[in-house]
T-cell receptor, first 112, second 114 residues
């Protein structure tokens, strides 16, 4: 199993540009999550999807949209990037009964 | 909403020293508790977790944590650290009533000097 994969690994955007971060998991997990990691603030939940076809806002959803394309894939879109969105983005999926989240390798995004 | 506090932002140790990282959370109900580790340049990995039962839980790589319900704490310990334990450590809480949503602490960067 590849686990949780994310693309791209690195990205530089200019203010106002848009992009989509891709996430896929091959563990047949129902729930998937998007976090951003900023120094000293830990990980903060942006959006999550409890199951295929559902999405909900997390702690910091402003400026982002998500799509749960199918059970495997959960994408995060920045419609108009801002410097405040410079961060490392992690996708995770969960094995429902244990609550243990499995994380992807992250995408380092810089918005200039 | 729940919150998680990690008291130390940075810790510097020598090899063979003992490590204890503090974690306190604010939430009145029952919770699942986790410690994750992030080695330099890598993604988060689960160190250990507590759901119920024995409040002293053992994880990978010699780490353990103790849940003290009365203090809303879940401190992480390791008796003797190695250089390879250099990493950032995150405490996380998931209220049982909130499904599997995690709230993370701000993290503690640990540097172990050889």
């Amino acid at each position: 199993n590849a686990g949780v994969t994310q693309t791209p690994k690195f990205q530089v955007l200019k203010t106002g540009q848009s992009m989509t971060l891709q996430c896929a998991q091959d563990m047949n997990h129902n729930s998937m999550y998007w976090y951003r990691q900023d120094p000293g603030m830990g990980l903060r939940l942006i959006y999550y999807s409890a199951s295929e076809g559902t999405t909900d806002k997390g702690e910091v959803p402003n400026g982002y949209n998500v799509s749960r394309l199918n059970k495997r894939e959960f994408s995060l879109r920045l419609e108009s990037a801002a410097p405040s969105q410079t961060s490392v983005y992690f996708c995770a999926s969960i094995r429902g009964s244990t609550g243990e989240q499995y994380f992807g390798p992250g995408t380092r995004l810089t918005v200039t | 909403a729940q919150s998680v506090s990690q008291h130390n932002h940075h810790v510097i140790l020598s090899e063979a020293a003992s490590l204890e990282l503090g974690c306190n959370y604010s939430y009145g109900g029952t919770v699942n508790l986790f410690w994750y580790v992030q080695y330099p340049g890598q993604h988060l990995q689960l160190l250990l977790k507590y759901f119920s039962g024995d409040p002293l839980v053992k994880g990978i790589k010699g780490f353990e944590a103790e849940f003290i319900k009365s203090k809303f704490s879940f401190n992480l310990r390791k008796p003797s650290v190695q250089w390879s334990d250099t990493a950032e450590y995150f405490c996380a809480v998931s209220p049982k009533a909130a499904g599997n949503k995690l709230t993370f602490g701000g993290g503690t960067r640990v540097l172990v000097k050889p």
